[in-house]
Nanobody, 120 residues
Framework: QVQLVESGGGLVQAGGSLRLSCVAS????????MGWFRQAPGKQRELVAI???????RYVDSVKGRFTISRDNAKNTVYLQMNSLKSEDTGVYYC??????????????WGQGTQVTVSS
């Protein structure tokens, strides 16, 4: 199986920065896209940023110019650098990957979530 462990969330003042990390482990053969989602209280989960195996990235409009997604394939890790944080960035952030296991089965996997709280 595949496990994802996120870290880096916390409480920060508006205008501050945080860096989220998500490490994938287990019987991984390959990883395709890696992404970050977030869910604010009372709202649906939304895609924040995604990076494919070739390094191409895509962001939700509200974070463009402030957030940067990156990946380290050797470490099976995806990062989200968040700068100029705003109160509306508050929520639980989840990483998600599309991975093929050693048994050649492909599936999406989710982390447990990490809380990001931005105080104004």
């Amino acid at each position: 199986q595949v496990q994802l462990v996120e870290s880096g969330g916390g409480l920060v003042q508006a205008g501050g920065s945080l860096r989220l990390s998500c490490v994938a482990s287990g019987s991984i053969f390959s990883i395709n896209a890696m992404g970050w989602f977030r869910q604010a209280p009372g709202k649906q989960r939304e895609l924040v940023a995604i990076i494919n195996s070739g390094g191409s990235t895509r962001y939700v409009d509200s974070v463009k110019g402030r957030f940067t997604i990156s990946r380290d394939n050797a470490k099976n890790t995806v990062y989200l650098q968040m700068n100029s944080l705003k109160s509306e960035d508050t929520g639980v952030y989840y990483c998600q990957i599309g991975a093929r296991t050693a048994a050649m089965a492909f599936s999406d996997y989710w982390g447990q979530g990490t809380q990001v709280t931005v105080s104004s």
